[in-house]
């Protein structure tokens, strides 16, 4: 039986394709989705690929991942700088390992992108790299020891 891995994306991850493709490239959700996909089957994992512009949902899905799954794989777009819950629920799912993803690299950006709320909780961050960030977070999750 595989190893079930979520990937959770947040607010505005929909609109990948069409979305300042000079910041986040023309690659929709559904294309990193394929990604995963393939990549998830290489190393023996199931991946449940989830997106939602609500919160909420983000954390309901985190909760239930601490259940079900054997890591996290989140971008948490906008939510990554602003949310004390996604933060929390990550927490409350601690040992599981937690990679956070961003597509743009955000310490080259707007002061605001600076701080990551979802960093201090996480094993580790990829960013900057593009859509291969999720390919990255799923090789760190398979590596022994490495999260």
Known sequence: ??????????????ALGKREPGIYGGETLEGIETLCRKKAESLGFDIQFRQ??????????????????V????????YG???????????AVAPLPVVEVHISNIHAREAFRHVSM??????????????????????ALAAPRSV
């Open 52 to 69: 939602s512009n609500h919160e909420g949902d983000l954390v309901d899905w985190v909760h239930e991942a601490g259940e079900k799954a």
């Open 118 to 139: 979802i960093a201090p909780a996480a094993k580790g961050m990829i960013c900057g790299l593009g859509t291969i960030g999720y390919v990255l977070a799923l090789d």
């Open 1 to 14: 039986m595989a190893k079930t891995v979520f990937i959770l994306n947040g607010p505005n991850l929909n």
């Open 71 to 78: 890591g996290i794989v989140i971008n948490p777009g906008a």
């Open 81 to 91: 700088h602003t949310s004390i819950a996604l933060h929390d629920a990550i927490r």
